[in-house]
């Protein structure tokens, strides 16, 4: 051995060395994980597929449950007790995953699988399905969870496994779809990481920890059938006030001092926050951060151009994840929230408060009511998400020039009217707004169209071409399984157009299956859909190929939106309003993707009516070809370890959850880089990159 070669070995030992003493390190901190982090919440640089099963119980309970709940919120202690969830102080039935308030988060990275064990125990016998929102299914359409198109509602009591391999990283959560269950409590956050390697922002954020959610929904007091049945039949409705991470004050009782939700973090660090708008009603919330800016670089798990703002709106079921860069002085800053329009029952705008808490900050303030919080702009225009951009810097911000799509080539144009129709209610022979899609009202097939498609009867579904020009804007109703026929990859544009410029509501519509690409969007004054078609034939409208790619979107009231997406997921996908009510009441539609679906799962349950309805021919839409097609896609992460990681912080234990995989997959590393060792190779420098894997900044 030459004297070189004792160097290099003496450098490969010092290597080896060092890859003992990070494992070591890992170990202990392994050792000190918190039992209550699930093990699939890790890096996701150095991934190995996992498998990540939950295991749900869905039950009625109660806020300041006894005796769970003891002094709370007299004693802010107890406010902490398991299983308490004080809501803003005021006692209200809810119906719960697991008796918590959000339900508890699924934290993955991109290709795990992921396998739900759900058992229905709700008392009064209630169905149920979730629905993961954000995620497309691809090859598991059956796991949709949306009643009566993918699935039978699971029956209480009964159970039902949902099961899938989700690909589409980003900030996306899960809900009930039936009935108003959602309102009443059943969300939670659902996040998928990728590697920083495939992350387009990868590199602008240190920390991306599962904290850092805020979940966001509309608060009432009392259970949402209850809430629908006075706004229908007793007179009005309004929102309490707003939860942030379940938590919150409430308005107009200052003797009452609930816990709020606080965010600790560290100055100096570039932290990834991830927001989630679970409203049930027409909450589109202004979110903003005392002192601070906000890097936006996502919604809805499309990536953005970077885009620096100081507030934000956010619309029932969209999602926004910004950078902080926690740069300002040490101490405690409000996170303010502001429905807009949502109301409450003094008549002003919904609101709450969150903190973001600087290590090293003061003691907490106690405060008697909540702050007074400045809507920003011109109601009018409540439907700009970023109103201090141009239209043009957003809608030119996402990532991909063109999503699946040749610029322009639209093969399919839908005109689909988002409004209320005035019909004449058959109950009280009285005129009543309705929220329609096209003046149809969705209703949901008798059995899974699905998975039991030959068990419909044809004559259930239509197409806006089926009835006469005028015949559904009379005092009659126009309903049915209203669907919308999608060729296998055919690009659809789909313009949306809402003429309700009297009203203040804003419709979030949202896809199921796929992104869209939205394209333009604008408010415009006497909007019709005849204008807007007059528009996009005469060439005004312009298209920004570069739109983001979203699946929920606001449609201006009194303005159009247009957005495009390929048939390239086989299925019948749901487009629906997301404000529960109007879903509820018919403001949804059924694309038909055509094409090969996966096989109905063994066994899978049945539902319908009996006797069943004689088949008549099949007028409205095409049985799906049946196909088995068990394949799924390979994972396109996890081969290349190592470089630095911004999803781990170096300091709170809380945070080393992903450390079982990691040490495996290190004990890998460590086992190749002593057999090189041992070999005398020289190695490049890649171990070194695996052990500063993990080092935070
Ligand atoms: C879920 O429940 C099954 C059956 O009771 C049990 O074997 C399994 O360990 C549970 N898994 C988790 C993650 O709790
Ligand atoms: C609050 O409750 C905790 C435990 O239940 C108790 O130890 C503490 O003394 C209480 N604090 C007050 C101010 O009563
Ligand atoms: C909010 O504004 C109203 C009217 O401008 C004022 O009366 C009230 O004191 C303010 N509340 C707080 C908490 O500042
Ligand atoms: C808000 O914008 C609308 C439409 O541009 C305009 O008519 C109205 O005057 C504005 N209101 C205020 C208070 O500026
Ligand atoms: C739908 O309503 C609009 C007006 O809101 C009307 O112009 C159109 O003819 C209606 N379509 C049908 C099919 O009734
Ligand atoms: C397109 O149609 C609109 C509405 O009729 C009209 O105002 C506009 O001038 C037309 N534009 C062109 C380029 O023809
Ligand atoms: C959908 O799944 C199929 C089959 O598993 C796969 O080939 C395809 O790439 C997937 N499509 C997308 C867009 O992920
Ligand atoms: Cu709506």
């Known amino acids: 051995m030459s004297v070189s070669d004792l160097n290099k070995l003496a450098k490969n030992m010092m290597r080896c060395v060092t890859v003992i003493v990070v494992l070591a390190v890992l170990g202990t901190a392994m050792a000190l994980r918190p039992a209550d982090e699930h093990p699939c919440y890790r890096s996701c640089d150095v991934s190995i597929p996992m498998t990540c099963t939950y295991n749900w119980t869905l039950n009625w309970f109660y806020t300041l449950a006894q005796p769970q709940c003891g002094d709370c919120p007299v004693n802010i202690t107890d406010c902490s007790n398991p299983d308490c969830f004080p809501a803003d102080g005021v006692k209200r039935p809810v119906s719960l995953v697991n008796r918590v308030f959000p339900a508890p988060s699924i934290q993955i990275c991109s290709g795990d699988e992921v396998i739900i064990n759900v058992a229905n125990k709700m008392l009064n016998d209630e169905g149920v399905t979730l629905h993961w929102h954000g995620i497309f299914q691809n090859g598991s359409q059956f796991m949709d969870g949306l009643p009566m198109v993918t699935q039978c509602p699971i029956p209480s009591p009964g159970n039902f496994q949902y099961r899938f391999t989700p690909y589409e990283p980003g900030t996306h959560w899960f809900h009930s779809h039936a009935g108003l269950q959602r309102a009443d409590g059943m969300m939670g956050s659902f996040v998928i990481r990728e590697s920083s390697r495939a992350d387009p922002h990868g590199d602008l954020y240190d920390l991306d920890l599962s904290e850092n959610v805020i979940f966001m929904n509309d608060w009432h007091h009392d259970t949402m059938v209850n809430v629908y049945t006075r706004d229908q039949w007793g007179g009005g409705s309004s929102v309490a006030s707003i939860l942030i991470n379940g938590k919150g004050l409430p308005v107009g009782n200052s003797a009452v001092h609930p816990p709020l939700e606080v965010f600790n973090v560290l100055p100096g660090q570039r932290y990834r926050f991830r927001v989630i708008n679970g409203a049930s009603f027409f909450c589109n919330m202004q979110f903003s951060i005392q002192g601070h800016s906000m890097l936006v670089i996502a919604s809805d798990g499309g990536s953005m151009q970077p885009l620096e703002v100081d507030y934000f709106r956010i619309s029932g079921g969209e999602r926004i994840d910004f950078v902080l860069s926690t740069d300002q002085p040490i101490d405690n800053y409000q996170i303010q929230v ?360």
């Open 338 to 697: 502001i429905g807009l329009p949502c109301t409450n029952e003094q008549g002003e705008p919904s609101k709450q408060i969150a903190y973001l808490r600087y290590m090293g900050a003061n003691d907490l303030p106690t405060i008697d009511e909540l702050p007074n919080i400045t809507s920003y702009g011109n109601s009018s225009f409540w439907w700009q998400a970023f109103p201090d951009k141009s239209f043009a810097d957003v809608y030119a911000s996402g990532m991909e020039a063109d999503y699946r799509s040749t610029a322009n080539a639209e093969d399919h144009q839908e005109y689909i009217q988002v409004s209320f129709g005035s019909h004449i209610n058959p109950s009280t022979q009285q005129p009543k707004l309705y929220p329609q899609l096209n003046n149809i009202t969705y209703y949901f097939p008798t059995s899974p169209v699905m998975s039991q498609f030959e068990d419909l009867p044809g004559n259930i579904f239509c197409k806006e071409s089926d009835f006469a020009p005028g015949q559904c804007d009379g005092d009659d109703i126009c309903s049915c399984v209203h669907t919308i026929d999608v060729n296998p990859n055919e690009v659809i544009e789909v313009i949306l157009v809402n003429p309700d410029s009297h009203f203040s509501v804003l419709h979030p519509m949202h896809l199921h299956g796929q992104q869209f690409k939205v394209v333009a969007m604008d408010k415009i004054e006497g909007a019709t859909v005849d204008m807007v078609r007059e528009l996009v034939n005469n060439g005004s409208i312009v298209r920004n190929n570069n739109g983001p790619r979203k699946d929920v979107t606001i449609v201006p009231n009194g303005g159009y939106t247009i957005f495009q997406f390929q048939g390239w997921n086989p299925g019948w996908w749901i487009f629906h309003c997301h404000i529960e009510f109007h879903l509820e009441e018919g403001m949804g539609l059924l694309f038909n993707v055509k094409g090969n679906l996966p096989s109905v799962p063994k066994a899978f349950p049945t539902c319908g009516v009996w006797p069943p309805a004689a088949p008549t021919d099949d007028e409205g839409a095409e049985p799906p070809v049946s196909e088995t097609s068990t394949a799924s896609p390979a994972g396109t992460n996890g081969d290349v370890p190592c470089r630095s990681d911004p999803q781990t912080g170096s300091s709170p234990l809380v945070h080393l959850a992903w450390i079982v995989p990691l040490t495996f997959v290190l004990a890998l590393v460590l086992g190749l880089v002593i057999g090189k060792c041992v070999l005398g190779k020289q190695r490049t420098g890649s171990a070194d990159v695996s052990i500063a894997m993990h080092s935070a900044k």
